[in-house]
């Protein structure tokens, strides 16, 4: 049955996009137990294997019910799409007592035997020590998870953003949204995304916050009560290639053409990406991959946009031709 979302004037005005590495690394967390989820990231699992052995995440599970609530004070509202992970788990800290066991309490409740447990009924006890602890196990899980990879999850992110505002500008909300996942569809001022069970919400001027998401996917996600703006979680664009290690997708040929190195950076763009993601997926320094891109952009077979702090570099449709024509060769 589908969820409908009923959009007024105002609310057209009022959409924006955003990412958030707290978000992600409370779904990185999530993955670890759900592997529905884990199909496009093995390569991921075993690089942090040994690092998710040594953190106690117990406590978070406890409060990632598979349906229901996750307490809203562990991950507060997108700030927008520059946001940091400081700012972010700044705010889990923030969070009042009182907040913090109302939540707790209720994501407990959707989860059967969680609130009578030793570990629920530590939290509820004390819930003051139970932000400063669970936000301690984000910040560990955010290091040791996510943070490593973030470079290059960010210009995924980023990346998508970025397309999805070109979209924006071609084909305005009603030609955009659709495009974020086949169960999201619109018809006359109304979002309908297929999940089970009916519902109808009017966003009452509020407007949508669309988030791109890696660890979301298959999973197309929702917020809509205060504190949050509502929002839509959908899997970004290019998660398939996104472990993807460089020497399995350069092509010979294009390396007899254009030499090792410049091939490597044409073959990674599938997806737009910036220098510093690009450096640490291939391996390379950060000059050189700078001066492979140059290199490739006066060449005509890349194109570069400034988004937020980063520049972001794509392939052009003759970049394109040569990448595909290599790969076939």
Known sequence: MPFHLDFGEEDLLNCRFALSPLWETHEAVRTLRRPARQGYHSAWLRRIRTAAAALDLEPLWLLMPYRGNSPDCLMPPPIGPAATFEEEIAAVRGTGPEVARAEIALSLADTPGATES???????????????????????????????????????????????????????????????????????????????????????????????????????????????????????????????????????????????????????????????????????????????????????????HRYGHQVLYERTPLGIALASGGEGA
């Open 118 to 304: 030793p570990l629920g009924r530590a939290l509820l006890a004390d819930p003051a020590r139970a932000v400063r602890e669970l936000a301690d196990t984000m910040e560990a899980a955010w290091h040791a998870l996510v943070e490593p990879a973030w470079p290059r999850l960010r210009a995924l992110l980023e990346a998508d953003i970025a397309f999805r505002s070109r979209r924006l500008a071609e084909v305005g909300l009603a030609g955009l949204l659709p495009g974020l996942d086949r169960r999201v569809a619109w018809d006359g001022g109304r979002l309908t995304v297929d999940w089970k069970g009916e519902h109808v919400r009017e966003l009452g001027g509020r407007g949508l916050v669309l988030m791109p998401s890696v660890f979301t996917w298959p999973d197309v996600v929702s917020g809509f009560d205060p504190p949050w703006q509502p929002t839509l979680v959908y899997p970004a664009r290019g998660i398939g290639g996104l472990w993807a290690e460089p020497s399995s997708r350069t092509p010979e040929a294009l390396v007899r053409l254009l030499g090792r190195g410049r091939a490597a950076v044409l073959a990674a763009l599938e997806e737009p990406a910036a220098t510093t993601a690009l450096a640490q997926r291939l391996g390379l320094a950060p000059s050189s991959v700078s001066a492979h891109l140059s290199a490739l952009r006066d060449a005509g077979l890349l194109a570069s």
